[in-house]
């Protein structure tokens, strides 16, 4: 499977192939044809034709299946006992296996088995291609406010693969207590 950047390159390529070899060929007709009828015909064929491979570029961009990222799911929690005083950091650990170099926007949240549901910052998250294995120890504070219940963390990723596209992929950890 092609990565995102490869696939653009290689779909700009093309496209730039395709204007070339039209340019060629029409400028070739131009001198070979001094016609007025037949030039507007054969004008109007390149640009149908740049339409066609337009509309085809388009169409790639917004439904070819790009894969960015595979998760081990649920999010390891690294706390000892799976449990977390109110104002501490819940450590997270979390293997990646990233396909594409591309940025993305985290909207990390806690949700507890007794409706509390709690909305961290956005993150931004760009990381290298390949395979990792990390942990995270400073984006998630417990708020005071947490209530003492089993919750779990949900991080959704989205990514931003083109003007016409995002993917999005949402991860959960494994439960945590959350104690005084």
């Not at 085809?56 to 595979?70: A, C, G, R, S, W």
């Not at 979390?94 to 507890?112: A, E, F, N």
């Not at 931003?160 to 959960?172: D, G, H, M, P």
Request: with cysteine; proline share 4%.
């Amino acid at each position: 499977m092609l990565s995102t950047s490869n696939m653009n390159q290689f779909i700009l390529t093309l496209f730039v192939i395709f204007i070339v070899a039209f340019s060629i060929w029409f400028l070739y007709l131009i001198i070979r044809h001094r016609e007025r009828a037949n030039l507007i015909n054969y004008a109007s064929y390149v640009g149908l034709g740049i339409a066609f491979f337009m509309v085809i570029h388009l169409t790639i961009l917004m439904v070819y299946p790009f894969k960015v990222q595979d998760t081990e799911l649920p999010l390891m929690v690294s706390n000892e006992n799976k449990e977390v005083s109110r104002g501490e950091f819940l450590k997270l650990q979390i293997h990646i296996k990233k396909y594409v170099d591309l940025s993305s926007t985290i909207s990390p949240s806690i949700i507890c088995e007794n409706g509390f549901y709690y909305v961290f910052p956005n993150v931004t998250s760009n990381m290298p291609i390949g395979e990792q294995t990390f942990t995270v120890s400073n984006i998630f504070k417990i708020p005071l406010e947490a209530p003492l219940s089993e919750c779990k963390v949900r991080a959704t990723d989205r990514f931003r693969l083109n003007l016409f596209r995002s993917i999005t992929t949402v991860q959960e950890s494994e439960e945590f207590r959350i104690i005084e």
